[in-house]
């Protein structure tokens, strides 16, 4: 069992900057591939970037690709999500995620934090 708690939330200005972190309980972190997700009001969730176990690989999605960070530290357990330059359409609940063997069904979320970039 694997629980996810996302911090780091918060209101900026546009052309800001936020970091999100997401601790995980478990001796079993490093087994798991994370993610980041958001879900934006009236929309559905959506994928941001994912690592892989090691923080050799990561992928990001095309709207936030060159503006976010996606990082972990396994002696932490500990994934983190650095964005910036941010823009009023980031605004969202981000979500954290881990997955063991693909991303199509998640193996756990974490219960979100809320971003939102004022113009």
């Known amino acids: 069992q694997v629980q996810l708690v996302e911090s780091g939330g918060g209101l900026v200005q546009a052309g800001g900057s936020l970091r999100l972190s997401c601790a995980a309980s478990?001796?079993?972190?490093?087994?798991?591939?994370m993610g980041w997700f958001r879900q934006a009001p009236g929309k559905e969730r959506e994928f941001v970037g994912t690592i892989n176990w090691s923080g050799s690989n990561t992928q990001y999605a095309e709207s936030v690709k060159g503006r976010f960070t996606i990082s972990r530290d396994n002696a932490k357990s500990t994934v983190y999500l650095q964005m910036n330059s941010l823009k009023p359409e980031d605004t969202a609940v981000y979500y954290c995620a881990a997955a063991r063997f693909g991303w199509s069904k998640p193996d756990y979320w974490g219960q979100g934090t809320q971003v939102t970039v004022s113009s």
């Open positions: 478990g001796r079993t972190f490093s087994s798991y591939g």
